[in-house]
């Protein structure tokens, strides 16, 4: 019964901004690592950043200094700020979260949203 849900993503020229956000819900005890990958058409899915429970961050090489990530305790949200745009960042984006449900005997396990579609123009 714990969901997470993505939101934000859209069409953006190259240069551009998007600020995709995945917002968790249901029977949650805690929330531990939250994480963002994405999978573009023909390639493998990738992580682009984690962020852990304690705000210890992550970011890929190929996103470094213009996508971060922070999350929003009070809310269940991890984000993802995504600057200067690049027509590689194209892909579905999926965001991910190891969660410790209150129906599942409190076991860590992964979640995973159900993914919004970023497309940057070049």
């Not at 714990?2 to 993503?9: F, K, N, T, Y």
């Not at 984690?50 to 305790?73: C, E, L, M, P, Q």
């Not at 993802?80 to 969660?99: F, G, H, P």
């Not at 129906?103 to 995973?112: E, I, Q």
Request: hydrophobic share 35%; net charge positive; proline share 1%.
């Amino acid at each position: 019964q714990v969901q997470l849900v993505e939101s934000g993503g859209g069409l953006v020229q190259a240069g551009g901004s998007l600020r995709l956000s995945c917002a968790a819900s249901g029977n949650i005890f805690s929330i531990n690592a939250m994480r963002w990958y994405r999978q573009a058409p023909g390639k493998q899915r990738e992580l682009v950043a984690v962020i852990t429970s304690d705000g210890s961050t992550y970011h890929a090489d190929s996103v470094k200094g213009r996508f971060t990530i922070s999350r929003d305790n009070t809310k269940n949200t991890v984000y993802l700020q995504m600057n200067s745009l690049k027509s590689e960042d194209t892909a579905v984006y999926y965001c991910n979260a190891d969660i410790r449900a209150t129906t599942t005997s409190l076991n860590l396990r992964a979640y995973w949203g159900q993914g919004t579609q970023v497309t940057v123009s070049s």
